[in-house]
């Protein structure tokens, strides 16, 4: 196994404005809370001396708040890569709560009718492969250095059970990847390596609305 050491950290953005909790998906206009841009500013704290060479970031808003600080720490600029973007999902702007909200009306049931694929939004095959594709694209740009790539909850935990072999269908309480966490991906070369995952700014419920 040769070839230089890239690490690629997959970060989630921080906490955002939702007074409503529906689930917010990819509509525009949802930026951090308060609070999320603490988180923001804490990760950007815990990776200022780390070799960051290229900070990427999903179109969406709170991804793009979630990297500034980061950036601004290594004197980058923020690149977006679409492949970062959260999840496709038929329940956006709906509350999503189990036994209320859209779950509780039979209209919608037929969107659950496949929980493997799933049936209700982005298949997860093609979510880890948009993915893949996004961090190795961060991986070139800082070949023997390391990069950021922010995104959201559902697309780097898909991506996390695909290289790591799991099936992707999986119960959502269960995540492990918290708000403004870190899951990092080790590449000796063009060979994923190891995998580390650290929460700089602390635990969440991975049930959380939103993502």
């Given at each position: ?190 060979e994923l390596t190891q995998l580390r995952y650290t929460e700089p700014a602390g635990a969440s419920d991975p049930g959380?609305?939103?993502?």
């Amino acid at each position: 196994m040769t070839g230089p050491r890239t690490v690629v950290h997959l970060l989630r953005h921080g906490e955002v404005h939702n007074p409503t909790g529906i689930l917010y998906g990819r509509l525009p206009g949802f930026h951090l809370s308060d609070k999320g841009r603490d988180q923001a500013e804490i990760v950007a704290k815990a990776l200022a001396d780390v070799d960051v060479t290229a900070v990427l970031a999903s179109p969406l808003q709170r991804a793009q708040e979630t990297a500034m600080p980061l950036a601004a720490v290594h004197g980058l600029e923020v690149r977006t890569d679409d492949g970062l973007l959260e999840a496709e999902n038929a329940f956006e702007g709906k509350t999503v709560s189990v036994g209320s909200g859209a779950l509780s009306s039979p209209r919608y049931w037929p969107l659950l009718r496949d929980p493997f694929t799933p049936s209700w939004g982005e298949p997860y095959l093609r979510i880890a492969h948009r993915m893949l594709a996004a961090v190795h694209r961060a991986r070139e740009l800082a070949e023997g250095h390391e990069a950021v790539c922010v995104s959201h909850q559902l697309p780097i935990w898909t991506l996390r059970r695909f290289v790591t072999g799991q099936r992707l269908w999986h119960d959502p309480r269960r995540r492990q990847c918290a708000l403004a966490s870190v899951t990092s991906l080790v590449f000796t070369g063009t060979e994923l390596t190891q995998l580390r995952y650290t929460e700089p700014a602390g635990a969440s419920d991975p049930g959380q609305t939103g993502a």
